[in-house]
C-alpha cells in the first residue's frame, strides 16, 4: 500500500456510494480483498471497506496522515498496538 495524507479540499456536497452493488476487488495481499469507497483525485489518500481472512497480513508501512480503522467483526493487531 502507498502512503496516504489528508485531503486539503474535499469535494463540496455528500457522496452515496452503493456498496452492496460493488465487488470485492483483489489485492497483492494473500487473503485481503478491498471496496475503494472513495479515492482523492490526486490518487493521494482513499476511504476504502478491507476484507481479511483470518492470520492475513499487509507488510509493514506507514501513514503520514490519519489512519482510521473500524473493525465490524474480528480483530486487528498492529504495530502500534
Do not use: C
Not at 482523492?40 to 490519519?66: S, Y
Amino acid at each position: 500500500m502507498t502512503q496516504n495524507k489528508m485531503s486539503t479540499n474535499p469535494p463540496a456536497g455528500s457522496i452515496y456510494v452503493d456498496v452492496d452493488a460493488m465487488e470485492w476487488q483483489s489485492t497483492p495481499f494473500p487473503g485481503i480483498k478491498i471496496k475503494i469507497l472513495f479515492q482523492e483525485p490526486d490518487g493521494e489518500g482513499f476511504t476504502a471497506l478491507f476484507q481479511a481472512e483470518p492470520g492475513a497480513k499487509l507488510p509493514l508501512h506507514r501513514h503520514l496522515g490519519v489512519e482510521q480503522t473500524y473493525i465490524i467483526e474480528g480483530s486487528l493487531v498492529d504495530d502500534e498496538g
